[in-house]
């Protein structure tokens, strides 16, 4: 893997998903990692599993 492309995050076409994937950096403080990677996995989590709302 070349060094530009772990500087740009992928592109999904949806806008959360990819704020927040450009919010990820690995280069930080390692500790500084699981924060960063569980707030993906937030953003991922309310995307692929969006609460139900009552129909209208």
Do not use: C, I
């Given at each position: 893997m070349?060094?530009?492309?772990?500087?740009?995050p992928p592109v999904t076409g949806h806008a959360a998903i990819d704020e927040a994937l450009?919010?990820?950096d690995?280069?930080?403080?390692?500790g500084e990692h699981a924060d960063r990677i569980q707030a993906v996995q937030a953003v991922l989590q309310q995307v692929l599993n969006p609460v139900a709302q009552p129909p209208r």
């Open positions: 070349s060094s530009s492309a772990a500087e740009q450009a919010g990820l690995l280069t930080r403080p390692v």
